[in-house]
């Protein structure tokens, strides 16, 4: 009987795999800061965090990061997203409650800008930030 957390850590390495490839041919093919880089750094982060390689994982969500701010305008909702998977990742597994808190009030004050005043996402920002800071 095969174990339900090694097919969950081969699955892990099989799409580590296929992104690694996935990444070396957009490298080959697009200019370093092409949008389409953001969500492949992003997976490979998502991939390396559930694999246990936080500083890996951090490394692609900062990557991502870069891309964004290289490739899109600066209100651009995916930085919600973004900020919020490393506000993420330092808290829990990380364990860097201070830049965790920086990247959530990011998320939360971007929220505020683009969406309107009721909007869900805002609350859910907003939330999670009082949960961190409640956590200091």
Same mark, same amino acid.
């Given at each position: 009987v095969i174990s339900s957390s090694f097919i969950h850590f081969f699955s892990c390495v099989a799409t580590d795999i296929h992104l690694v490839a996935s990444q070396? $041919?957009?490298l080959s093919h697009l200019p370093p800061h092409h949008p389409?880089?953001?969500?492949?750094?992003?997976?490979?982060?998502?991939i390396h965090r559930k694999m246990g390689?936080?500083?890996k994982a951090?490394?692609?969500?900062?990557?991502?990061?870069?891309? *964004?701010q290289k490739?899109?305008?600066?209100?651009?909702?995916?930085f919600i997203v973004t900020y919020g998977k490393l506000a993420i990742l330092l808290m829990e597994d990380l364990h860097d409650c201070h830049r965790a808190i920086e990247y959530a009030e990011k998320a939360f004050k971007l929220a505020? *800008?683009?969406y309107?005043?009721?909007h869900p996402e $805002?609350?859910?920002?907003?939330q999670y930030l009082e949960q961190l800071k409640s956590k200091r």
């Open positions: 070396r $041919i957009k389409s880089l953001a969500s492949t750094f992003s997976n490979m982060g998502l390689n936080f500083k951090l490394q692609f969500y900062e990557d991502t990061l870069e891309v *964004q490739s899109l305008l600066p209100g651009n909702p995916a505020e *800008q683009i309107p005043p009721k $805002i609350e859910k920002r907003r």
